[in-house]
T-cell receptor, first 115, second 115 residues
Framework: GESVGLHLPTLSVQEGDNSIINCAYSNSASDYFIWYKQESGKGPQFIIDIRSNMDKRQGQRVTVLLNKTVKHLSLQIAATQPGDSAVYFCAESTHLMDSNYQLIWGAGTKLIIKP | EPEVTQTPSHQVTQMGQEVILRCVPISNHLYFYWYRQILGQKVEFLVSFYNNEISEKSEIFDDQFSVERPDGSNFTLKIRSTKLEDSAMYFC?????????????FGDGTRLSIL
């Protein structure tokens, strides 16, 4: 079936270093992807999105890379800070059989920033 | 910055009872969604709502679930006869455009505990 998944469930990074969170998707027809950050006890917070007509998009300290050839998405966070500690989810907007587009979520990666 | 608000933050209900979860989406948004997240698991789509009707629903959203937009600001999720397995965090989200058109913005959720 169609799915979005993450390679690493937990990632520990030294404060100040860069971090890379990876995500694989399986529906080549998906054309819109979003990264969310979820802190403990809060709802998912939008970070950055990218459409399938782009390979890269940059925000403030974050970059999303899309490799459609291997159906891979990554989130790069530069100069990580303690406030970056959270669970990060990738989500794809995909068209399932007999349905309209809906957001399918990956399993999440927990990012831990070490002081 | 406008935000999605959800009430209550925590709801404890006896199995078999009805529960209504409430949400106030961002005021200029036209698309509304409910998701659930069982503790430690990924976010699961329940239903999307546009133009006063359900536009998409998942297999989870069975006959026990219903949604309503009773006025111009509120968006509710009702579970008619709760089961133990309904215990989860329930998130409301809204967006200006549909699932492909732009990011969904989430509230901080309602923790539903079924006893």
């Amino acid at each position: 079936g169609e799915s979005v998944g993450l390679h690493l469930p937990t990632l520990s990074v030294q404060e100040g270093d860069n971090s890379i969170i990876n995500c694989a998707y399986s529906n080549s027809a998906s054309d819109y992807f979003i990264w969310y950050k979820q802190e403990s006890g809060k709802g998912p917070q939008f970070i950055i999105d990218i459409r399938s007509n782009m390979d890269k998009r940059q925000g403030q300290r974050v970059t999303v890379l899309l490799n459609k050839t291997v159906k891979h998405l990554s989130l790069q966070i530069a100069a990580t800070q303690p406030g970056d500690s959270a669970v990060y989810f990738c989500a794809e907007s995909t068209h399932l059989m007999d349905s309209n587009y809906q957001l399918i979520w990956g399993a999440g990666t927990k990012l831990i920033i070490k002081p | 910055e406008p935000e999605v608000t959800q009430t209550p933050s925590h709801q404890v209900t006896q199995m078999g009872q009805e529960v209504i979860l409430r949400c106030v989406p961002i005021s200029n948004h036209l698309y509304f969604y409910w998701y659930r997240q069982i503790l430690g698991q990924k976010v699961e789509f329940l239903v999307s709502f546009y133009n006063n009707e359900i536009s998409e629903k998942s297999e989870i959203f069975d006959d026990q679930f219903s949604v309503e937009r009773p006025d111009g600001s509120n968006f509710t999720l009702k579970i008619r006869s709760t089961k133990l397995e309904d215990s989860a965090m329930y998130f409301c989200a809204s967006s200006e455009a549909g699932s492909r058109g732009g990011p969904q913005h989430f509230g901080d959720g309602t923790r539903l505990s079924i006893l």
